[in-house]
Nanobody, 116 residues
Framework: QVQLVESGGSLVQAGGSLRLSCAAS????????MGWYRQAPGKQRELVAT???????NYARSVKGRFTIARDNAKNTVYLQMNSLKPEDTAVYYC??????????WGQGTQVTVSS
C-alpha cells in the first residue's frame, strides 16, 4: 500500500501562485508515476500533470506553461507549482500514484479556489 498526503491548497486571487505538495509513504517501490489530477464541481476528474521515475513529465494543455511538476526523491514528495492561476483552475486537486498510466492510489484531495 502507498499512502499519499497532500497539502498546499488555498484561496488565491487570479494571477497568483500556489504550490501543492504530495508526500508518499509505504510501498514506494510499487509505483513509478505520481501526478496531480483535479475535479471541479459537476465535472469529471482530469489529469493535470504527471511525473515518472525516468524523469518524464506530462501536462494537460490547459496548464502547460503555467504549472510545473517536480519530485524530490529524497523526500518521496511531488510538487505542483501553479503560476498565473485562473478562476477555471478552481477545483479539488488530488495526488495520484501508480504504475504507468494506471492510478492505484489517491490522496484525500486539497481545495484550490481562484477568485476573479
Amino acid at each position: 500500500q502507498v499512502q499519499l498526503v497532500e497539502s498546499g491548497g488555498s484561496l488565491v486571487q487570479a494571477g497568483g501562485s500556489l504550490r501543492l505538495s504530495c508526500a508518499a509513504s509505504g510501498s514506494i517501490f510499487s509505483i513509478n508515476t505520481m501526478g496531480w489530477y483535479r475535479q471541479a464541481p459537476g465535472k469529471q476528474r482530469e489529469l493535470v500533470a504527471t511525473w515518472t521515475s525516468v524523469g518524464s513529465t506530462n501536462y494537460a494543455r490547459s496548464v502547460k506553461g503555467r504549472f510545473t511538476i517536480a519530485r524530490d526523491n529524497a523526500k518521496n514528495t511531488v510538487y505542483l507549482q501553479m503560476n498565473s492561476l485562473k478562476p477555471e483552475d478552481t477545483a479539488v486537486y488530488y495526488c495520484g500514484a501508480g504504475w504507468g498510466t494506471v492510478v492505484d492510489y489517491w490522496g484525500q484531495g486539497t481545495q484550490v479556489t481562484v477568485s476573479s
